[in-house]
């Protein structure tokens, strides 16, 4: 049973920042490309961030500059680290493994004064 457990998500001021940590359990974690994704009301859901098993990373342009994405193998763990937040930032932000195999529950990012 692959389970993908988020936290660190919540309320920020434009201009702040966050760090995202999605927990892997039950895989071989070091085997599987992982990403971020995030989905605005309205809107269609987005790849932000994506790692591969060889730590190649990719992102999109929007938040390119701003974000990073990282993994730790030992813990099991998928990290995106959001600096200069913006409004256009606001979303529920999604780990996934594999490319869409597993995912996280979601959790809310607000960027809000």
């Known amino acids: 049973q692959v389970q993908l457990v988020e936290s660190g998500g919540g309320l920020v001021q434009p201009g702040g920042s966050l760090k995202l940590s999605c927990v892997a359990s039950?895989?071989?974690?070091?085997?599987?490309?992982m990403g971020w994704y995030r989905q605005a009301p309205g809107k269609q859901r987005e790849l932000v961030a994506s790692?591969?098993?060889?730590?190649?990373?990719n992102y999109a342009d929007s938040v390119k500059g701003r974000f990073t994405i990282s993994r730790d193998n030992a813990k099991k763990t998928v990290y995106l680290q959001m600096n200069s937040l913006k409004t256009e930032d606001t979303a529920v932000y999604y780990c996934?493994?594999?490319?869409?195999?597993?995912w996280g529950q979601g959790m809310q990012v607000t960027v809000s004064a």
């Open positions: 996934s493994q594999g490319s869409g195999l597993y």
């Open positions: 039950g895989s071989i974690f070091s085997l599987y490309a």
């Open positions: 790692i591969t098993r060889g730590y190649s990373t």
